[in-house]
């Protein structure tokens, strides 16, 4: 594809990071086609060596929303992390999400019962008050666990995004240097 082509995909795909970060990514783009036509490679050659600009962008995107979830640490940023770093590749379609759908419902599942735990020590009436403390202690003791785990879960999983987006990223600047 042509360096206008490629670029023109690039930029469509890249909208939503802020102005800067584009007008950067595109120089830097628009720079190893310089580099690259100096050398004697076309322009097919070089947009070959680059690959495709959608998955370039969802890289790029991925990797500024990572930059970004220092500051936010919501669920809802998290699971759009996740979302981001699934269409980066077929790869991580199958060992992200599945372990990801297995973990999430584990935890789900100790949430749960922590909170039934407690709920059934509180509105059950029990036969014995110290069965509904020990029934309480254990879903409060739970509930702990179950909140602390998910905290690391999402730690772990966050640092598993990056060190892929950087992979990605790594090999695409090693196929630039090989322009």
């Not at 690259?36 to 060596?49: D, F, N, P, R, V």
């Not at 407690?118 to 509105?123: D, N, P």
């Not at 702990?144 to 995004?161: C, E």
Request: contains cysteine.
């Amino acid at each position: 594809m042509s360096k206008n082509e490629y670029l023109k995909r690039l930029r469509s795909s890249i909208k939503q990071l802020p102005k800067d970060d584009q007008k950067e990514i595109l120089q830097d783009i628009e720079e190893a086609f310089i580099i690259g036509l100096s050398s004697g490679k076309s322009e097919y050659e070089i947009s070959t060596h680059l690959g495709n600009p959608q998955t370039l962008a969802k890289t790029l995107i991925a990797d500024s929303i990572i930059q970004n979830s220092k500051n936010n640490h919501s669920v809802q940023h998290f699971f759009r992390i996740f979302m981001r770093v699934i269409g980066i590749s077929f790869f991580n379609f199958f060992f992200t999400l599945c372990p990801f759908i297995l973990i999430a419902g584990i935890l789900v599942s100790l949430f749960a019962t922590s909170i039934m735990s407690v709920g059934a020590a509180l509105f059950v009436v029990p036969r014995s008050f110290f069965n509904a403390l020990f029934v309480l202690g254990g879903g409060v003791i739970l509930f702990q666990i179950s909140i602390d785990l998910i905290k690391l879960f999402i730690k772990f999983f966050l640092k598993y995004i990056n060190w892929t987006v950087k992979l990605v990223r790594r090999k695409k600047i090693d196929e630039k240097m090989a322009l």
